[in-house]
């Protein structure tokens, strides 16, 4: 089983800064993938980060490239997200998932329970 528990999120300015992060439990996650996602009201969930726990190899969506820097210490078994230069447009449930593998994250990964960013204008 895999317990996953996003916080740092919370209300911030149009051009301010937050990290969030997302701890880890129930297993070792030596290996796999780390993705960050968000969902804003109406709109679907939508790929926002991924680091792969073994190589390190960053991935991010256009929307964030710039912007956003997902890292992780395997040692605390956290992932963190800091998110700089914020927009209102950024303002979303934000998800921390793993999966054993690249693949198709609607099957097979583990989800946290979202912490909510929202930017203000």
């Known amino acids: 089983q895999v317990q996953l528990v996003e916080s740092g999120g919370g209300l911030v300015q149009a051009g301010g800064s937050l990290r969030l992060s997302c701890a880890a439990s129930?297993?070792?996650?030596?290996?796999?993938?780390m993705g960050w996602f968000r969902q804003a009201p109406g709109k679907e969930r939508e790929f926002v980060a991924r680091?792969?726990?073994?190589?390190?190899?960053?991935y991010y969506s256009n929307s964030v490239k710039g912007r956003f820097t997902i890292s992780g210490d395997n040692a605390k078994k956290t992932v963190y997200l800091q998110m700089n230069s914020l927009k209102p447009e950024d303002t979303a449930v934000y998800y921390c998932?793993?999966?054993?593998?690249?693949?198709?994250?609607?099957?097979?990964?583990?989800w946290g329970q979202g912490t909510q960013v929202t930017v203000s204008s």
């Open positions: 680091i792969s726990w073994y190589s390190s190899n960053t």
């Open positions: 129930g297993r070792t996650f030596s290996s796999g993938v």
């Open positions: 998932a793993w999966r054993s593998s690249l693949g198709d994250w609607s099957q097979g990964a583990y």
